[in-house]
């Protein structure tokens, strides 16, 4: 009885496949929670800003402009 390497090859990549996956599984879901953070992060100053009626104050000119 001869056993086939490449056959050989490819069961042991699927062996690997579904620890690989338990294992890698957690991480990238603390990458998606890390981001999602992030993204709502943005978004908070924006909308607190307009909640409590914060405007950012423009620099007033020393001189004014000169037509032309």
């Given at each position: 009885?001869?056993?086939d390497v490449q056959a050989v090859g490819a069961i042991n990549m699927?062996?690997?496949l579904v620890p690989?996956?338990?294992l890698g599984l957690p991480g990238l879901l603390l990458v998606l929670?890390?981001?999602a953070q992030v993204?709502?992060?943005t978004a908070f100053v924006p909308v607190t800003r307009r909640v409590?009626?914060?405007r950012r104050?423009?620099?007033v000119r020393d001189r004014?402009?000169?037509p032309g």
């Open positions: 009885m001869q056993l699927f062996v690997w690989g996956l338990f929670i890390v981001l993204g709502l992060a409590f009626g914060v104050r423009r620099r004014p402009t000169s």
